[in-house]
């Protein structure tokens, strides 16, 4: 592991934004709502903010939420604002945290993975200018002052953080893993822990090691942070990778951390706010119903909870909570673009396959981990698609259940297009394999059957094809601007909107069909004539007679 240097406060340098600074991008670019009227967490904050995924709004036109008069139903008012969807409502402001164009996401990642950083440690911090311990958490000031919404109500049987990373350390080796967990709050010094154990988190392994030693686990949970920390406390990074060196690779420059109050680790400076406290290794309690990011409400089972022993916070703290449950939400944008970087580095770098364009995750109601598409560029081996195939389906234990390989030309962001490719592309007792023995993964679990399966699906195509039949691209390009004269509502071109040529054209076809565009077309007709035949069959192509 990495030395970490101890710099004072008043020469650290922090080349990054934190959480105040994004807040303020935000509300420059006009992708900030602030709502300033009063707001109950429980049963309010969320379903509102929920109506931009569910209501038809466009994915440009979501918005972050500032909520800056927060109440609850009890009549309780909060002095900490709250942000629903401020790291990535959509793409524009995830790539404001990631300041990079859109364009740039999945190679900043790659370069953050490859090339970490060490944090630089200081002497204090802003996370660290209020610090509440001891009786002070039980009388006002421990999780009860803290506004964490419900997030599905109705269903929820208690507030839970959303956006909690959970910071722990390897006993062994002293490395630390920073996971994304939901907490349910149980009391004002009790928080619980759910590490999703069919994903093998950094965190679960470390508790398992804890109870090893027969002792409770130390853990600090970051409660609204520099969005670089966020956005690697989703990634799903090997156990012996420590996230906050991830995050120094993401912007460039060392985070700054600091030494927590009342357990031995190590956190983000710039936190809003950190709860510290000891995981139980010997007991376990009842946790959720809890609606999950994979559609279904997550029934009560027995998990981790955190004995709080402090709770430190910035003066001016914000807390984030992000929109989780059904997908399209913050949960599913804020993990995307980590996790197709990952499964390009692993099919590029690890695996050495060439000829991949762009791995995508299925975002819409699958909740990214079952649909994953493959974009190939034109010629590659079957072999290789092959090879890629199974390289996704066996990268991660739980992720894969439906895996695709398809052309350049097929825009993988559209279901449609998948299915296009899949119906005219494949033949399935040909281009489909299924492999058994697959975990079943971040779903509601069947109590027929805890095992499950995976299928790959070879939808590249195999030999040339006459084209698109949609008008050439000039055509549609010379109507859109007659759309626009007569201001129809805005375009959202999907592909495909041209034809394109999938090697079955020639000259003489081309050569009939600019006729026809000059109004020429009565020369074809006379061509037609002049080859009439009466020993083939009827709708025999004469392509299939050239070819034979």
Not at 36 to 63: A, Y
Not at 114 to 132: F, K, N, T, Y
Not at 272 to 287: A, D, H, Q, R
Not at 362 to 387: C, D, M, N, Y
């Amino acid at each position: 592991m990495a030395t970490i240097a101890e710099t004072p406060a008043a020469t650290r340098p922090r080349g990054y934004p934190d959480l105040h600074d994004h807040i303020e991008a935000l509300r420059r670019a006009g992708l900030l709502i602030v709502v300033d009227r009063p707001i109950n967490k429980d049963t309010e904050m969320h379903p509102l903010v929920r109506w931009q995924f569910r209501g038809g709004i466009r994915e440009e036109d979501r918005r972050a939420f500032l909520f800056t008069n927060v109440t609850d139903s009890k009549g309780r008012a909060y002095d900490i604002p709250v942000l629903v969807c401020g790291l990535a409502g959509n793409r524009a402001i995830y790539s404001l945290g990631m300041q990079c164009a859109i364009g740039e996401i999945r190679d900043t990642w790659i370069r953050a993975m490859s090339h970490p950083i060490a944090p630089r440690l200081v002497e204090d911090a802003p996370c660290h200018e209020i610090v509440w311990t001891g009786a002070a958490l039980t009388s006002g000031h421990g999780l009860d002052a803290i506004p964490v919404p419900i997030s599905t109500p109705g269903w929820d049987n208690a507030p839970y953080t959303s956006s909690s990373h959970y910071i722990t350390k390897d006993p062994e080796t002293g490395v630390q893993n920073m996971g994304n967990y939901r907490g349910q709050l149980k009391a004002p010094d009790r928080l619980g822990m759910n590490t999703s154990i069919e994903l093998r988190t950094g965190g679960y392994l470390h508790w398992l090691k804890w109870k090893a030693l027969g002792k409770p686990m130390p853990c600090a949970v970051v409660l609204g942070c520099p969005p670089a920390v966020s956005f690697t406390a989703v990634q799903k990074l090997p156990e012996t990778v420590d996230e906050l060196h991830v995050t120094g690779g993401l912007t460039g420059h060392p985070l700054n951390v600091v030494r927590a109050k009342t357990v031995d680790l190590l956190v983000p400076a710039e936190a809003e706010i950190v709860v510290e406290g000891y995981v139980s290794t010997e007991w376990l309690e009842p946790e959720a119903p809890f609606g999950e990011s994979h559609g279904h409400v997550n029934l009560q089972e027995y998990n981790g909870y955190m004995d709080v022993t402090a709770i430190t916070r910035r003066t001016q703290a914000v807390l984030t909570s992000w929109v989780s449950q059904v997908t399209p939400s913050e949960s599913s944008c804020i993990k995307r673009p980590a996790y197709e970087a990952a499964q390009m580095i692993h099919l590029r770098d690890h695996l050495g396959i060439r000829g991949v364009e762009k791995v995508v995750t299925h975002e819409p109601l699958t909740s990214l981990h079952k649909l994953i598409v493959i974009q190939f560029a034109k010629g590659v081996a079957p072999t290789e698609i092959w090879r890629a195939l199974y390289g996704v389906a066996s990268f991660r234990r739980a992720e894969g259940k439906w895996i695709v390989a398809v052309d350049s030309d097929i825009d993988a962001d559209n279901s449609d297009a998948i299915f296009w490719a899949m119906s005219y592309r494949c033949k399935p007792h040909r281009d489909v394999q299924i492999l058994a023995h697959k975990d079943e993964g971040h779903g509601p679990r069947s109590m027929l059957d805890h095992e499950d399966s995976a299928v790959l699906i070879n939808a590249v195509l195999k030999e040339t094809f006459p084209p698109i039949s949609l008008p050439k691209r000039e055509y549609m390009e010379a109507a859109r601007k007659i759309w626009d004269e007569l201001g129809l509502p805005a375009l959202r071109p999907e592909m495909p909107w041209y034809g394109y040529d999938l090697g079955e054209w020639n000259e003489h076809l081309e050569a009939q069909a600019q006729r026809a565009v000059r109004g020429d077309y009565w020369d074809t007709g006379r061509w037609c004539a002049e080859h009439r035949r009466s020993d083939v069959p009827m709708n025999t192509e004469i392509r299939t007679l050239d070819k034979g």
